[in-house]
């Protein structure tokens, strides 16, 4: 059974119907974590978040505290809030836009504050038209309300927050790419090193990007204390973390549980979480954090819902996106579509991510169609190790960004795993499952 | 003179201005065409550049890496069925191919009508509905064909026209206040506060 008992820290208001309204969220205890922030001296603030080792909610899991301890000391420094939530699956950071769109806020000036920046960005990816309209009202009412703006609440520390639209480009959730788009570019990752926009970021200054889900965050670590969210959880995974929970499910959705306390089968199964597979079918396989994850198998069902015990197997929590395939569902099929989706995606700096990803697909379309040919498995393999040598994990990286590594994770998973359904989809010339 | 309307044109300028460099508010412009135009015009273009102070080249180089973008009019209703992992394994696909015969206009493509246009997306984040469907980037969450359909009724008789602007309007919300406060100004008052916390923990100790 699934443990729920630990406290809601981001989806706490999600049951209101109201609950992206001011008048809500001043009711059950909005802004008052920012009025304690400003009480305490900005190192202060910022020396809870790092006490509660609050891992970055995005995907590559690097610890906000010692993000924000790398910003490079400068007269102009800024704060951006990567909210371009377009990982296939992911969808936790949609429901807290539009939802609780203040608590979003609310963290962004405390983290502005302890970073001691005073213009910060939220960089939301252009199709959530109603997130966007959420949050520039939320932002209107904080400046009305005096948390925004100069001197906020009579502090002397003043902030500007701009929503940004982005205009639809998954590379764009690519820290790097969001800050092209932000300078109104073509959404091209950037060359590395420097590796962190905390040393040349924003316009070459140095810049804080977290994510959206890290920053609803940061209202509960100031008012609980960093002591108490890293009491949650185990290990380096502390507090709890939005699953987003999808495919083969009863119970599609998203789900706020403790870190590491919970298994993939807990989540999956318990009847207040996904409530298991319609038609009690079997698990095939799942993906543990995103379609950049390699796949899983129902042995690794019950691993524990945790950073460093997922990475341990050879994948990733990545978004916190989990997709489940049953037995009815087609590994060829769903591998083809991943990487079609990362050959739309490629940006085309690259040689291996922009003509790997479409060699792929179109490899993959013919043994999903008809067409495909029993060497075509080698061409693959031989096409994933090009991009990412090795076909380790972590994997090897030939390219700019991760989005090049990330292509071969599913292609490799399922052929590792379900050979024989790919031979099977060579003798039948097309999909046996159609 | 300029080919935004007057409100548009007050707005763009607005925009400009919320940024540290003009040109990065290339994006929100564009949108802001689209707005007007329903797609980005080789007009719309021409005032971008002209208000991010880059060139018409730049700005359609920049347009086109963005989906949303359309360089050519679309209908006036941008219908996107998503077909990615989580759609995929709820029927998206056979979801797009109903949009396509329900509408009669094959995925890409606009209908004789000029009203919808027909998209095969990639992951709209709204998975917990799948398969996502959205009209002008509002998520109308019909995951069967019958509501699709219902849906589409409503859509063409206008019924849902204060939920679903005409494609290219974003966002209605008004931004209300901004700082816009030199950047000079927000260093000294920094450093101010800088050094009277200095001086608070110097007297506490």
């Known amino acids: 059974m699934a443990v729920l008992d630990a406290p809601r820290i981001v989806t706490s208001r999600l049951a209101f119907e109201d609950s992206h ?33 609050l891992l970055g909610r995005g995907g590559a899991g690097f ?17 951006v809030v990567n909210g371009d939530e377009s990982e296939p699956a992911t969808f936790k950071d949609h429901l807290l836009v539009e939802h609780d769109p203040h608590q979003l806020v609310e963290g962004v000036i405390i983290a502005a504050y302890a970073l001691q920046v ?23 009412e904080a400046y009305d309300h005096g948390a925004l703006g100069r001197d906020v609440f009579g502090s002397g520390f003043s902030l500007d927050v701009v929503v940004h639209p982005g205009a639809g480009a998954y590379i764009c959730g690519e820290e790097t790419a969001l800050l092209e788009g932000l300078e109104g570019k073509r959404g091209f990752p950037r060359i590395k090193p420097p590796f962190f926009p905390a040393a040349q970021g924003l316009y070459g200054e140095p810049t804080v990007v977290n994510n959206v889900e890290t920053m609803s965050n940061l209202p509960w670590i100031v008012l609980n204390g960093g002591a108490a969210f890293a009491a949650l959880g185990a290990g380096r995974s502390t507090g709890t973390r939005l699953f987003a929970l999808a495919g083969r499910v009863n119970r599609p959705g998203v789900y706020e549980v ?41 042995d690794q069902l019950d691993l524990p819902l945790g950073q460093d015990e997922v990475g341990a197997q050879g994948s990733m929590l990545g978004s916190g996106s ?113 | 003179m300029s080919h935004l309307r007057v409100d548009l044109r007050q707005r763009a300028e607005e925009l400009v201005a919320l940024y540290p460099r003009p040109r990065s508010a290339m994006l929100p412009l564009l949108h802001l065409v689209q707005e007007q135009d329903g797609y980005v015009s080789p ?110 009724d409503e859509v063409r008789q206008g019924r849902r026209d204060r939920e679903i602007p005409d494609h290219g309007t974003l966002v209605r919300v008004r931004r209300n206040g901004g700082l816009r406060v030199p950047d000079e100004v927000v260093v000294a008052e920094r450093a101010a506060a800088k050094a009277a916390r200095a001086r608070r923990l110097e007297e506490a100790g």
């Open chain 1, 322 to 434: 989990v997709v489940v395939l049953d037995d009815t569902s087609c590994a060829v099929r769903a591998a083809w579509r991943i990487t079609k989706f990362f050959s739309r995606e490629s940006c085309g700096q690259c040689t291996p991510c922009r003509e790997g990803s479409g060699w792929i697909e179109r490899a993959m379309y013919r043994l999903e169609h008809g067409g495909g040919r029993v060497e075509d498995l080698d061409l693959l393999l031989d096409l994933c190790d090009n991009i990412a040598p090795g076909l380790t994990w972590p994997p090897q990286q030939t390219t700019i960004c991760v989005l090049g590594s990330s292509i071969p994770s599913s292609v490799h998973a399922a052929i590792e795993m379900f050979k024989d359904e790919f031979l099977a989809h060579v003798e039948s010339q097309g999909c046996p499952f159609d």
């Open chain 1, 118 to 140: 005073n213009r910060a960005f939220i960089y939301l990816r252009g199709e959530f038209a109603l997130g966007l309209e959420r949050v520039q009202t939320a932002l209107n």
């Open chain 2, 43 to 152: 007009e719309g273009i021409d005032e971008v550049a002209e208000l991010t102070g880059t060139t018409p080249a730049d700005v359609r180089g920049t347009a086109s890496f963005y989906d949303m973008f359309h360089l050519e009019p679309v209908g006036r209703y941008l219908v996107g069925v998503c077909t990615n992992i989580a759609c995929l394994l709820a029927g998206g696909e056979e979801l797009l191919a109903h949009a396509a015969g329900r509408l009669d206009c094959a995925v890409g493509s606009t209908t004789d009508d000029g009203l919808f246009t027909l998209e095969e997306t990639e992951c709209l984040a709204d998975c917990g509905h799948a398969p996502c469907v959205t009209v002008n980037h509002r998520y109308v969450r019909t995951t069967t064909p019958e509501a699709f359909d219902a849906m589409i």
């Open chain 1, 63 to 79: 610890p906000a505290g010692r993000k924000w301890s790398m910003l490079r000391p400068s007269e102009v420094a800024y704060l």
């Open chain 1, 21 to 53: 309204t001011l008048a809500r969220y001043l009711a059950t205890g909005g802004y008052q974590a920012l009025r304690k922030a400003l009480s305490m001296h900005p190192e202060q603030v910022a020396a809870e978040v790092d006490q509660a080792s």
């Open chain 1, 258 to 298: 403790e870190m590491v306390k919970n298994t993939f089968r807990d989540l999956i199964y318990d009847p207040a979480l996904g409530g298991g597979v319609p038609g009690d079918r079997p698990v095939k396989a799942f993906i543990p954090g995103g379609v950049s994850a390699p796949w899983f198998g129902p």
